[in-house]
């Protein structure tokens, strides 16, 4: 499984980021996918998932302000993040599943497959 992360990098408080993860072609059809956070000292967090039907589940810290899309013609999943607060300062993680629904983020997290991650740090 191929997992590609770009889009990370520094911003002030309040301002945005996207973040993109172009996945392989028969994952992007498949699978579910998301993006985890961990933050340095802490545990790797779910932030939000995409099942394959379009159902998407947020984590309460980032319910409005963070918005999942996807591009088909990319085979890219997009995480736009707005209202960016320090506490958003993380390196980011796409993941993917071959299963329809990703689930609890704690199940998503044991089955799914990594990309390399891309920093956001909020300042």
């Known amino acids: 499984v191929q997992l590609v992360e770009s889009g990370g990098g520094s911003v002030q408080a309040g301002g945005s980021l996207r973040l993109s993860c172009a996945a392989s072609?028969?994952?992007?059809?498949?699978?579910?996918m998301g993006w985890f956070r961990q933050a340095p000292g802490k545990e790797r967090e779910g932030v939000a998932t995409?099942?394959?039907?379009?159902?998407?589940r947020y984590a309460d810290s980032v319910k409005g302000r963070f918005t999942l899309s996807k591009d088909n013609a990319k085979n890219t999943l997009y995480l736009q993040m707005n209202s960016l607060k320090p506490e958003d300062s993380a390196m980011y993680y796409c993941?993917?599943?071959?299963?329809?629904?990703?689930?609890?983020?704690?199940?998503?997290?044991?089955?799914?497959?990594w990309g390399q991650g891309t920093q956001v740090t909020v300042s």
């Open positions: 993941a993917a599943d071959l299963a329809r629904y990703c689930g609890a983020f704690s199940g998503f997290f044991a089955r799914a497959s």
């Open positions: 072609r028969y994952m992007y059809d498949n699978g579910c």
């Open positions: 995409i099942d394959t039907d379009g159902s998407t």
